[in-house]
């Protein structure tokens, strides 16, 4: 949610998009949702998984709460990943803002994280966007109907 806040924003996590799919990580590997890039001083990590449409300050939060969370946590880093990420059988990134959506709700590290407001608030604010779209009437619905009457 704060990496693709809108309905259009999963439109692009789509196989052999360079939009990453997998949540993993590799060496110069546009199908991760983090690459690593660059070497000596230029070296550097992308996160590839915001888009153009996220709020720049709500997505450097997520990532630096994500980050601190893994070094409080100790959690280990799997080794970099090889190859095609669209072809693993793995964790991904959410296809649709309904599934963003109830993470989120659902999420009690977001709730300890960001606090229960700010759960709420987002939430609202995406079933609002999802209600609103499932109201509108599309030119590719209104095509579709009479291509087929």
């Known amino acids: 949610m704060l990496f693709a806040p809108n309905i259009n924003s999963y439109k692009r996590y789509q196989y052999g998009t360079f939009a990453p799919t997998a949540l993993k990580w590799g060496r110069d590997n546009r ?17 590839r998984v915001p888009g153009g ?10 990532m630096v709460a994500a980050g601190l969370d893994g070094i409080e946590n100790e959690l280990v880093l799997e080794p970099a990943f090889e190859g095609n990420a669209y072809a693993l059988d793995t964790a991904r990134v959410p296809t649709s803002l309904q ?3 109830d993470l989120w709700a659902n ?3 977001v709730k ?7 759960q709420k608030h987002y939430t609202h604010m995406a079933d609002t966007e999802i ?3 499932g109201r509108a009437v599309t ?10 009457m």
């Open 31 to 47: 199908t991760c949702a983090l690459r690593l890039v660059g070497q000596g001083h230029s070296l550097r990590i992308e996160n």
């Open 112 to 118: 300890k994280t960001f606090g229960a407001d700010v």
């Open 53 to 62: 449409d996220a709020n720049p300050y709500l997505a450097v939060a997520g």
């Open 131 to 133: 209600d609103a779209f």
């Open 107 to 109: 999420s009690e590290w």
């Open 139 to 148: 030119d590719w619905e209104r095509f579709r109907n009479f291509e087929r």
């Open 99 to 101: 599934e963003a959506r």
